[in-house]
């Protein structure tokens, strides 16, 4: 994950932004209606890709005000630190960690909606989650290019399912 923040984000740590990637445990595994996922290497066993899962709607600010209303803590499951290494793209990975982010979500039975944001700079992102579900905010359209922030909800009942090429 800090792999993800200084090579695709160009921002390094920032504690304010990162400090679940310093402890994942406490962010994600600790509390009931959290999840972690990761994606080992058959080979070498090194992380490939992870996957998150919390309660936390999106917080005003920086978030939009409209957003955290429409996406409240506790009724919201957000999908974050989804991240695959450059050499992993392409075959299936972030999908299949959002099918099983989205399962443990229904399976939890308190969320209503599933909500994500997105940096459109990352090679591939933007395309990937539209694919998955709809742009609810675009702040590129909303700030003068102030900030280039993308906003989606993913529908909970699941995402279309395509084959996945697990190996190399």
Do not use: C
């Amino acid at each position: 994950m800090l792999d993800t923040v200084y090579r695709d984000f160009g921002t390094g740590y920032v504690p304010r932004w990162h400090g679940d990637i310093i402890d994942p445990a406490a962010a994600y595994l600790a509390p009931a209606r959290h999840t972690l996922l990761v994606a080992l290497d058959p080979d070498d066993r090194a992380v490939v890709a992870t996957g998150a899962l919390d309660s936390r709607g999106p917080a005003h600010p920086p978030n939009p005000r409209e957003l955290a209303e429409r996406y409240p803590s506790g009724e919201t499951a957000q999908l974050r630190r989804i991240y695959v290494r450059p050499e992993h793209r392409r075959r299936g990975l972030a999908r299949r960690l959002v099918t099983e982010l989205l399962a443990f979500a229904a399976a939890d039975g308190g969320y209503r909606s599933v909500y994500l944001h997105t940096d459109p700079a990352v090679p591939g992102a933007e395309p990937f989650w539209r694919s998955l579900g709809k742009i609810v905010h675009d702040e590129r359209e909303t700030t003068g290019g102030a900030s280039n922030v993308v906003h989606f909800e993913i529908p909970m009942s699941g995402i279309p399912e395509f084959p996945i090429a697990m190996g190399r």
